[in-house]
């Protein structure tokens, strides 16, 4: 009966111990983001501009000779 409560004493003791300051989470260092400028020409303006070109120059070399009937 001696041997059982002195090992549960040693298990008691060493377990308090080993638990001791409860669980710590690992500070993770944030990256640096690094965030690009956009340029400030105004490129994106270009395909919508030569797309309403293309189209007038469509609409204006129409060939339609023929008359509507009366």
């Known amino acids: 009966m001696r041997k059982i409560l002195l090992a549960s004493a040693i298990a008691a003791v060493t377990a308090s111990s080993a638990l001791a300051g409860g669980y710590v989470a690992p500070v993770v260092a944030a990256e640096p983001v ?3 400028k956009g340029s400030s020409s105004s490129a994106g303006i270009w395909i919508p501009l030569a797309l ?3 189209i007038g120059v469509i609409v204006a070399n129409n060939d339609d000779e023929e008359e509507p009937p009366v």
Do not use: H
């Open 52 to 54: 309403l070109v293309v």
């Open 34 to 36: 690094v965030v690009e």
